[in-house]
Structure formats: structure tokens, C-alpha cells
């Protein structure tokens, strides 16, 4: 049970990561287009990034199985590639990054829309380009925004069921917390799951916790 | 309009029509001369067209030209992006970037070479950027007295030390012009007092052209050798500040 405890716990954290990873460069560079730029169809791609948030996670999971399925159309693009995302622990990735976005992206886009525009302006008269005022100014301005975001899309990585459980599996050895939760309780093994809550209640509590922190500091 | 460059002076062309909202700003001007102030209230438009030079505000039609260099030319499709425009702005809450230091400041658009050169604050002695530095490099830090700056934050500054340390932001990119909005307005009279001769030197020693915002006549008398009168979008005086500016009185 410790060694499930252990291994669980390991898995989701380091999947819960490289989620956060996979979800930061387009996440960030969507919070930017919607905080900074003018252009058609931005309603609907802040509609579409929001999606995950109130669509239930099991239908996110099966859209997600049928793109990347070997019949869908993002599948058969990786397949020749060698590259299966189902039933492995890559789909694990995906269906933590797909649910984790839309937070990232709504702390990262209150946290560019927050810093003043003027400082962009001026770093531009003093001979930076768009790319380097990106790097140099915009992002650490709304650095906080960003981080908080990247906090809550990681929490939300963690806590991850519904789009996982579709996407993933149960496989053995590559179960999410809240998957091995599910499949103690089914099976009736309440202390194994009450142990797997505890861990997830910690790491929740830590991240929670942090991106308040992040949130109230100036 | 002909322009003279590496002579006495070089000439800026401002001739642009520019709507937002309710206001509109027409200016048809062709100034030489070193250092012009445009004057007039608030509202007036002065901002905007420091704005529209920078790059910052793209006119609805017109030509702006600094000595031989076109930067906007509605007709022929002429619009250079503020990055390569080489005009220095000091706007007036300054707009310096809070998560660097003076240094971080002082050397953003500094070029490499120059910025290396730039003395550790560890070994910052008795002024000056030390040898080997870029002339006009060496001397804004040196008029401006930041060397001693370098390592604070910007927030611990005072608003003398500010204003000084924007200024030397916008002069060690080696500006083709500097345009600098209201730079002593936030300051109470004591401090502008202090920062005027800074201006001065700037003026006499680096030699920059400058567009000079203000609304004080005395300000505009010692700094400007033309000026420009702003009501409502539009130039109503143009001329020799002494000649222009005797209806107005001496405070700001």
C-alpha cells in the first residue's frame, strides 16, 4: 500500500509537471493575444479556451479520444510518427494540460492586462522589438498572473479525473491519484483510498495555498 | 524644408492630421531648429504628437520627418516602427520599469558595446562612465550624475532621480531626437530648479534635438530656441520664444 502510495503520488506529480509545461508556452501566448490584441475570432477563441471549464470532463475526454484515436484526425497525423497518445501515459499529459489551460490562461491574461501598456510602448522607442519587449517587459510585468496561473493549472492537473479516465485508462502503473482513488473505492479497499486522499489533499492544500499567496503579495 | 544634417540644425517635419474621438490634430510645420517646445493647455495636444513622432500613434495622414529620415509618410506607405524610429521619449510619469534597477534602466536600448563598458557599481569612483566608452554614452551618465544610481531600485528613487535616470534611459540609445513631455511638471519648484541645468547640459553638451512639452513660458524662454503654440489640435503662434511668448506670463 506505501509502495502504491509512493508510486501514485510520484506519477501524478510528474505528470501534473510536464502537463504544466506542455500547457504553458500556448497558454501563455493565448492569455497574451487576449490581453493585448484586437483581432477577428477573438471571442471565439476565448470561448473555446474556457471550454474545459464547463463542459463535463468524461465528454472533454471522449472528444479528446476521438482526435486522438488512431481514426481521428490529430492520430493519424502522430501514428506514422510512432507517437500513441491513448491508453498511455502521454494521454495523461494531454487530458491534465486540455483541463488545466483555461485557468492558466485566465490568471496569465488578468496578469498582462494588468500591467500598463505604457512600459511596452517606451521599451519599444528604446529600440526593442516585439519579441524582446515580450520577454523583457510584458512577461515579467504579469509574472504573477502567469505564475498563479501556472499554479492552478498544475492544482487543476493534479485533481484531473473525468478527461483522464477516458483518454488513459486505468492502466496499472500509470494511474493518476484521483484514478487509483476511484478504482480502491470501487474495489472496496477504503483505507488505500483514504491514504491516496490524504496525499491529494496535501498537495492541493501546498498549491492552493501558494497561488494565494502569489495572488495577495505585491 | 531643406534639411541640413551634420550643420547647424536638422529640421523636423511634423504635418499630420490625426482623429480620436471628438479631437483632432492638425499640424502643418516645418521647424529647424535644435531644441522646439511645444506650449499650449491641456488638451491641446502635445502628448499626441510626441506620441505620433515616437511611433506610438499612427497619424491619419501627413509626413513626419526628423532631418533626412522619414518615419511616417501616410501617402507612399512610409510608417517606421517605433523600434527603429531613434527617438528618445521621456513621457511624463516617466514609465520607468519597475522590475529592473537603474541599471536595467539606464542600459535597455544601450548598445551591447557601450553597455559593457558601463562601470560595475562596485567600482564606481569619481564619476564618468570610465574610458573607452561611447562619447555620448559617457556623457549622459556623467551630466546626469547616475553612476551613483546604478544599483538602486527604482522605486527608492527620488522624483529628481527619477526624472534624471529617464532621461539617461532615453539618451543611451543615441537618439536622432529626444522628445520630452512636461519633464519637470511633477516636480515642486525647488526640484525643478535642480533638474533645469541638467536639461541644459543635455541640451548644450550631447546636443540632441528635442521636442519640449510644457506649459510654463519661463521653462519654455530658458530651454526652446522655437516654439510652437498648441489650442485645441492646432499650431496658432510659431516662432522665437521671445517673440511668441510675451503675452504669456512668467509662471507655469
Redesign the interface.
Known amino acids: 500500500m506505501t509502495a502504491e502510495l509512493v508510486q501514485v503520488t510520484a506519477f501524478t506529480v510528474l505528470m501534473a509537471a510536464v502537463a504544466t509545461l506542455v500547457m504553458l508556452p500556448p497558454g501563455v501566448a493565448v492569455a497574451w493575444l487576449l490581453a493585448r490584441r484586437e483581432f477577428p475570432g477573438r471571442t471565439i477563441l476565448e470561448t473555446v479556451v474556457s471550454l474545459p471549464l464547463v463542459v463535463p470532463p468524461v465528454a472533454t475526454g471522449l472528444i479528446l479520444l476521438k482526435l486522438f484515436g488512431r481514426r481521428g484526425p490529430l492520430g493519424a497525423v502522430l501514428e506514422p510518427l510512432g507517437i500513441d497518445i491513448v491508453f498511455t501515459w502521454r494521454a495523461v499529459v494531454v487530458a491534465m494540460a486540455v483541463m488545466g489551460i483555461p485557468l492558466l490562461v485566465r490568471a496569465a491574461r488578468a496578469g498582462f492586462e494588468q500591467a500598463?501598456r505604457?512600459?511596452e510602448?517606451?521599451?519599444?522607442?528604446?529600440?526593442?522589438?516585439p519579441w524582446r519587449v515580450f520577454w523583457?517587459?510584458s512577461l515579467?510585468?504579469a509574472?504573477r498572473g502567469v505564475l498563479a496561473g501556472t499554479v492552478l493549472g498544475f492544482s487543476r492537473a493534479i485533481g484531473e479525473f473525468g478527461a483522464t479516465i477516458m483518454l488513459a485508462g486505468a492502466l496499472p502503473g500509470a494511474r493518476t491519484l484521483s484514478v487509483a482513488i476511484y478504482r480502491n473505492a470501487e474495489l472496496g479497499r477504503d483505507a488505500a483510498a483514504m491514504t491516496l486522499i490524504a496525499a491529494a489533499v496535501t498537495i492541493g492544500f501546498a498549491a492552493v495555498y501558494l497561488s494565494n499567496r502569489l495572488g495577495t503579495a505585491s | 524644408m531643406s534639411v541640413v544634417r551634420g550643420g547647424v540644425e536638422a529640421a523636423v517635419v511634423i504635418d499630420i492630421r490625426l482623429r480620436a474621438g471628438a479631437f483632432a490634430l492638425d499640424l502643418r510645420e516645418s521647424i529647424a531648429a535644435r531644441t522646439v517646445a511645444l506650449f499650449g493647455p491641456s488638451g491641446s495636444g502635445k502628448t499626441t504628437t510626441l506620441d505620433a513622432v515616437?511611433?506610438?500613434r499612427r497619424p491619419d495622414a501627413g509626413v513626419i520627418r526628423v532631418g533626412r529620415h522619414v518615419l511616417f509618410d501616410a501617402r507612399r506607405g512610409v510608417d517606421v516602427?517605433?523600434?527603429?524610429?531613434?527617438?528618445?521619449?521621456v513621457?511624463q510619469?516617466l514609465?520607468l520599469?519597475?522590475?529592473l534597477d537603474v541599471r536595467g534602466n539606464v542600459l535597455?536600448?544601450a548598445r551591447r558595446r557601450a553597455a559593457e563598458r558601463v562601470p560595475a557599481a562596485s567600482t564606481v569612483g569619481n564619476g564618468g562612465a570610465g574610458p573607452g566608452t561611447h562619447a555620448a554614452h559617457a556623457s549622459a551618465l556623467e551630466i546626469l550624475e547616475i553612476d551613483t544610481l546604478l544599483s538602486r531600485r527604482v522605486d527608492g528613487l527620488s522624483g529628481g532621480e527619477r526624472q534624471r535616470v529617464a532621461l539617461a534611459?532615453?539618451l543611451m540609445?543615441d537618439p536622432d531626437l529626444l522628445l520630452l513631455d512636461e519633464p519637470l511638471a511633477a516636480l515642486d519648484l525647488g526640484l525643478r530648479d535642480r533638474i533645469l541645468p541638467y536639461l541644459e547640459r543635455v541640451r548644450d553638451e550631447i546636443g540632441t534635438p528635442m521636442i519640449y512639452v510644457s506649459h510654463a513660458a519661463d521653462e519654455v524662454r530658458r530651454m526652446a530656441d522655437h516654439v510652437l503654440v498648441l489650442e485645441a489640435g492646432r499650431a496658432v503662434r510659431s516662432g522665437a520664444p521671445a517673440d511668441v511668448l510675451a503675452q504669456y506670463a512668467g509662471g507655469g
Open positions: 500598463d505604457r512600459y510602448a517606451i521599451a519599444a522607442t528604446l529600440g526593442a522589438r523583457t517587459v515579467p510585468l509574472r | 515616437a511611433g506610438l516602427p517605433p523600434y527603429d524610429r531613434k527617438v528618445g521619449y513621457p510619469d514609465a520599469f519597475p522590475h535597455y536600448g534611459r532615453a540609445t
